[in-house]
Nanobody
Framework: QVQLVESGGGLVQPGGSLRLSCAAS????????IGWFHQAPGREREFVAA????????NYADSVQARFTISKDDAKDTVYLQMDTLKPEDTANYYC????????????????????WGQGTQVTVSS
């Protein structure tokens, strides 16, 4: 079955970096867009970044533009989220998710377009 497993979260100081990984199994990663979302306590899940099935198109939330980079390695069945210049407001549980549609022409940004979710990895930015 479809499975997504996030890793790489942790505690980091403001201005620091982390790289999250999303290991995919049970489907062909190269056929699906993958997104990253985050959710802080008491807040709704929010879009962070997404990458198209071909890896040539990306979308980012305004709040992370120029600080975060999403990428994928189909040979390793893994999607990455490189997070630089981290801020305390980036503190949240981070989830990766698979597009509901195969070979969609663009990376979606709405949670409703994603049908399979991982369990999340916690990122805490604090001094």
């Amino acid at each position: 079955q479809v499975q997504l497993v996030e890793s790489g979260g942790g505690l980091v100081q403001p201005g620091g970096s982390l790289r999250l990984s999303c290991a995919a199994s049970g489907f062909t990663l190269e056929n699906y867009a993958i997104g990253w979302f985050h959710q802080a306590p008491g807040r709704e899940r929010e879009f962070v970044a997404a990458i198209s099935w071909g890896g040539d198109k990306t979308n980012y939330a305004d709040s992370v533009q120029a600080r975060f980079t999403i990428s994928k390695d189909d040979a390793k069945d893994t999607v990455y989220l490189q997070m630089d210049t981290l801020k305390p407001e980036d503190t949240a549980n981070y989830y990766c998710a698979r597009d509901r549609l195969r070979l969609r022409g663009y990376p979606p940004v709405s949670a409703r377009d994603f049908g399979s979710w991982g369990q999340g990895t916690q990122v805490t930015v604090s001094s």
